[in-house]
């Protein structure tokens, strides 16, 4: 003789079957959402997006009170419930499942085939866990949750009401984990490329940093080598060529201390650059003026730093014949996609029949050089008193 939840469960069977519409309308609806969480998925919704979408929708799908993904917890063979809809307060990232052969979610997994049980009252298989117990839960219906090619945990729906589950529901309930698996090995492969990424460049800062200590090493002994060369001329070209060294040594270092390697600030750079040559060049006192915010091509900001090196050097020699002669250097935006810089001196000024695009000191040829590779121009203007170098530089390499 049935019981009562048995001739329920029959009444709601034979309801089912014979309005054979109320099925079909189920399908077609459970179509709409796999396709919805699918376009969800391809649009690169976030891996917690996806979760609660996928427990709400298959709920709905399946005219179910309950849904829930529960995640593989290796090390204490036990679910958590990742995400969940319906459960009570405090249920959703606290309570946990026993993952072995006695709960449904673990059946499902060690026996590797979706589960389905519309009795659990009756079920021999597996015990009836107590978080279904609290919440009157009397089927369930469980498929494996793949992720990165290995269980990610267990995709569940669970109902207080007497109809059955259907082998179509797996289908459903299949067809949901799979969008859900991919979008969780997309994620963990995402996260494998943020971490390398991280390492890497936690790598280069390391070498940058590394970079700049060995540079700092050159310039050093460049420096002891001009205090000790009987030369005066040597002395001068070899404290020329470790403020060539500093320069280059001052990139690596503002690299190591920023978050882009590939692009740096070039006003804070030559801000760094200046307040160095202020202490090593005690006859002038090295000022700036700066705008910050302009980025641009580590290699262009380092051609950039040599050319105001030279200049600086070069006003240093020439133009700083009192004690504390002022050394004045500019960032700035310039009209158009470029930007300014000057360096400007308070010393007697160029001769006026002086061409400086004709010098052939090495300072000079350097300046040259890096004018045209940056793409960028160059003028002299003369003030009362001093000289002042303009270089106007496009912000990008011409293509």
């Not at 063979?77 to 072995?100: C, E, L, M, P, Y």
Request: proline share 3%.
């Amino acid at each position: 003789m049935s019981t009562p939840d048995e001739r329920e469960s029959e009444k709601v069977k034979s309801t089912q079957e014979c309005d054979p519409s109320q099925g079909l309308q189920q399908r077609i609806r459970q179509q709409e959402i796999l396709a919805e969480l699918g376009v969800s998925a391809l649009q690169g919704a976030s891996l917690d997006q996806l979760l609660n979408d996928t427990v709400q929708l298959t709920a709905q799908g399946l005219d179910a009170e309950f849904c829930k993904v529960l995640e593989l917890l290796p090390a204490e063979n036990s679910f958590i419930v990742r995400a969940g809809v319906g459960w009570s307060r405090g249920v959703v990232g606290v309570t946990k499942v026993g993952a072995d052969l006695d709960s449904p979610a673990g059946f499902a997994l060690r026996s590797g085939q979706p589960v389905i049980s519309n009795h659990l009252e009756k079920e021999t298989r597996f015990r009836t866990p107590e978080l279904l117990r609290q919440h009157g839960v009397r089927r369930a219906m469980n498929v494996i949750l793949q992720g990165d090619g290995k269980p990610y945990g267990v995709l569940e729906v669970d109902s207080r009401s007497p109809a059955d589950f259907r082998e179509q529901d797996i289908a459903f309930l299949q067809g949901a984990a799979n969008i859900l698996g991919m979008a969780i090995e997309r994620e963990r492969e995402e996260r494998k490329l943020r971490e390398a990424l991280a390492r890497n460049e936690t790598l280069l800062k390391e070498m940058n940093h590394r970079v700049k200590n060995s540079l700092a090493i050159v310039g050093s002994m460049l420096r002891l080598q001009a205090n000790d060369a009987e030369d005066e001329q040597a002395g001068e070209l070899l404290n020329e060529a470790s403020h060539r060294v500093d320069a280059i040594a001052k990139a690596h270092d503002q690299l190591s201390r920023g978050l882009d390697v590939e692009r740096m600030d070039v006003g804070k750079y030559i801000e760094a650059l200046c307040h160095d040559l202020d202490e090593s060049v005690a006859q002038c006192d090295v000022r700036t003026e700066i705008e910050e915010g302009i980025v641009i091509a580590t290699d262009r900001a380092v051609a950039t730093a040599l050319i105001v090196n030279e200049l600086i050097a070069n006003a240093a020699k020439y133009a700083c014949d009192g004690p504390a002669g002022v050394i004045t250097v500019k960032v700035a935006r310039g009209e158009g996609n470029r930007f300014v810089v000057s360096v400007r001196d308070e010393g007697a000024g160029m001769p006026d029949d002086s061409n400086f695009h004709g010098r052939k000191g090495l300072g000079m040829r350097i300046i040259a050089s890096f004018t045209r590779q940056l793409n960028a121009t160059i003028e002299m203007k003369k003030h009362d008193p001093g000289t002042e170098f303009i270089v106007s530089i496009p912000l990008q390499a011409s293509a």
